[in-house]
């Protein structure tokens, strides 16, 4: 007997798309946010960024609205990097902290506040490895209560988080994290807190705590996740880069395309996960123009398609390359259809045709109809409930359109 996820699974899940935010001091080197390690910055030259990390322009709002904008559910902001520097008020843990550089306040309490006015969850990343902190290498266990006492602060100052996002960990992998005690004292004081910990480039999708809520995929396309041997229902979640660099990096060009964002954030609700994509804020925390763009983008899609993308769930029902369907607890089936071409002149459209027909099998009830969820077109189908079968003639866009995917509603 499947086992049903517990509520904030469940919620986690149907929030579907998220927004993943790197900010930090090494926003002011805008050179990627492994800068520290990668270009060996000792940490007496790189606390010296504090100095200069004023933050007097950051107005999380910007980032918030247009979050709830474009579709976004969640953002998860990195609370202390792997630098080792923390962007909220540690309570005297740390005096490497936002009260404590030049912006003289608690950044994350802003960012907070604008979550909750905008109806955004906000998630916590947190780094486990750390550069600046010593007893990281000359006493773990030392730095565990650090690591903890300092979760401990979010858990208890800043009201519900929606979780917490740990990173780090594969680096020191045959080490004793001492996880029951982290993960205790969030399930203490922040009971409904989703609880993930990113496994890495080299074991996407593993499961290395039963307390763990959803595995991850960084950078790679996620896979069906087998929950038979697990006693609990486990998410997935893919986190992905615009460009090459998860801080910003101005000297970065490679940037995916919008199309290629659409396609992943499809892939990902194909297999029931979610998609995490990130941003590099500048050093006072905004976004570049090229970020909101693409964000934009991504939201005119999301504005169409939003509900197929946070209803539907996987489902026996089967496409043929990259097509699929979804189906949602209402029975509600969306089918989402790929390359298609734009219909019009054989001079400008490059082989657009007006016929496509796209099928799909397992499909055994009877269905009335079909139609485009871009405008509302009927699509002419056949269908064999005795074997499964439905083929709908995916009719190509309109001149002056392509969404990419494009989804038809079921009824």
Not at 69 to 90: A, M, N, P, Q, R
Not at 353 to 368: E, M, Q, S
Request: hydrophobic share 35%.
């Amino acid at each position: 007997m499947a086992v049903k996820p517990e509520l904030r699974v469940e919620n986690f899940e149907n929030m579907a798309f998220g927004m993943f935010v790197h900010w930090g001091l090494y926003s002011i080197k805008e050179s990627g946010e492994w800068a520290m390690e990668i270009h060996n910055i000792s940490s007496g030259e790189y606390e010296k960024y504090a100095d200069e990390f004023d933050a007097k322009n950051y107005n999380p709002r910007n980032m918030t609205k247009l979050a709830k904008k474009v579709g976004i559910k969640y953002i998860v902001l990195t609370s202390k990097h792997h630098e080792g520097f923390f962007l909220y008020d540690t309570n005297g843990l740390s005096d490497y902290d936002a009260p404590h550089s030049a912006a003289k306040r608690d950044l994350l309490r802003e960012f907070l506040e604008a979550c909750r006015e905008d109806g955004i969850i906000p998630i916590l990343y947190h780094a486990t490895l750390d550069w600046h902190e010593s007893h990281y290498k000359s006493d773990f266990n030392t730095y565990l209560e650090y690591l903890r006492k300092s979760v401990e602060v979010l858990c208890t100052r800043y009201g519900e988080i929606g979780g917490f996002w740990f990173d780090g960990n594969w680096d020191k992998r045959d080490a004793d994290w001492k996880l029951d005690e982290l993960y205790g004292t969030i399930r203490k004081y922040q009971p409904n807190a989703m609880i993930i910990n990113n496994t890495g480039l080299s074991r996407r999708g593993q499961l290395e705590h039963e307390e763990i809520d959803s595995v991850t995929f960084e950078q790679g396309l996620p896979t069906p996740i087998d929950r038979s041997n697990m006693n609990k229902y486990v998410s997935g979640e893919m986190c992905q880069t615009m460009n090459s660099h998860w801080g910003i990096a101005k000297n970065d060009f490679n940037y995916k395309s919008t199309a290629q964002l659409i396609e992943t954030l499809c892939a990902c609700r194909k297999v029931g996960a979610n998609y995490l994509l990130n941003v590099g804020p500048d050093k006072d925390g905004n976004l570049t123009k090229m970020q909101e763009a693409m964000l934009e983008v991504i939201g005119q899609w999301m504005s169409i398609n939003g509900k197929a993308i946070y209803d539907g769930k996987p489902c026996n029902i089967q496409g043929y390359n990259k097509d699929f369907a979804l189906t949602t607890k209402e029975g509600k089936i969306y089918l989402f259809i790929h390359d298609l071409k734009i219909v019009g002149n054989k001079n400008v459209t490059l082989g657009g045709r007006v016929d496509n027909p796209r099928a799909f099998t397992n499909l055994y009830r009877k269905i009335n109809g079909v139609k485009w969820m871009d405008n509302n077109e009927e699509l002419i189908f056949t269908q064999n409930e005795e074997e499964g079968l439905v083929c709908v003639n995916a009719t190509g866009y309109p001149y002056g359109t392509n969404l990419v995917v494009r989804v038809a509603e079921v009824y």
